[in-house]
């Protein structure tokens, strides 16, 4: 068994996902290969150290967990690059920044329950599931499988999952947070609505596409409500 860590960005309560993907070895493109071709790790180097970490297990039959940190307390930021619009701009991701650093405990703790799970579990049990014994390169000077080699595996080897949010949280008149109200319109307007993701005002413990999809299901017929009203109230009239 392999692990591949990965989290996203979001503020206030410890939680985990655990995901797990099962990997066909059968073919040519063993666990190893297709975790290098979709490695966070783009470098030389880090190609190398991949390449150390999966080429032992080549070719056998192989799962990876990826435990994911849902709600971060360490918050990133996004910069502009400079005045010109066609600059992208600087994101900072500030990953385990946490003042407290419990995100890294979250994480160290949830690789340490997905091992448990795959060892222990009847489930797994049955297929005799174990933790690959080959120790993270950047990290075999740790004790394996200890606390402080958990920290060093997550810190060198994770990656965002595409979860963002927030961006235009809903909230109350006045929250320094909100930017649009509970009919998503923008507070202060009276005609623009933003419908999507960035305003959740806490993002949720799981994927965010289907959550979105109701955000854009109720968005419309706040649309569509404020249209019949208007139409039923003569369209001669001004805009509500
Ligand atoms: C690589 C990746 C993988 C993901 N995988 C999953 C998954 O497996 N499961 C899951 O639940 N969620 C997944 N997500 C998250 C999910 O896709 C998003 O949460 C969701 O799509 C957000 O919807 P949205 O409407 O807020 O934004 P988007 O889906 O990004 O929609 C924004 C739209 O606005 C358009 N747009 C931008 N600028 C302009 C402009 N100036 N004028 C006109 N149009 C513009 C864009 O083209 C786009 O169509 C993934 C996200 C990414 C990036």
């Known amino acids: 068994m392999q692990m591949l860590f990965s989290h996203h960005l979001e503020p206030t309560q410890k939680a985990t996902q655990i995901g797990q993907t099962r990997n066909g070895c059968s073919s040519d493109l063993g666990i190893g290969e297709s975790l290098m071709k979709h490695s966070p790790m783009h470098s030389t180097s880090a190609y190398d150290v991949l390449k150390k970490f999966f080429d032992p297990i080549k070719g056998t039959d192989a799962f990876q967990i990826t435990v994911m940190l849902s709600r971060p307390r360490a918050r990133g930021e996004m910069l502009l690059r400079s005045s010109d619009y066609k600059d992208n701009p600087i994101f900072d991701a500030r990953y385990f920044e946490d003042p407290e650093g ?139």
Not at 141 to 152: G, I, K, N, V
Not at 200 to 223: K, L
């Open 102 to 240: 419990s995100d890294i405990k979250v994480m160290v703790e949830g690789c340490k329950r997905a091992v448990y799970m795959s060892e222990n579990s009847p489930a797994f049990r049955r297929l005799g599931a174990r933790l690959s014994p080959v120790p993270f390169p950047p990290c075999k000077h740790l004790e394996f499988r200890s606390d402080s080699y958990w920290e060093c595996f997550v810190r060198h080897y994770s990656v965002s999952i595409y979860h963002y949010s927030e961006r235009r949280a809903m909230g109350p008149k006045g929250s320094p947070k909100a930017v649009v109200d509970s009919e998503l319109r923008v507070q202060g307007t009276k005609r623009l609505r933003v419908i999507d993701a960035g305003i959740m005002p806490y993002v949720v413990t799981v994927n965010t596409n289907g959550p979105t999809i109701m955000i854009g299901e109720r968005g419309v017929q706040f649309v569509l409500d404020t249209w019949k009203t208007y139409v039923s109230h003569g369209a001669h009239k001004p805009y509500p």
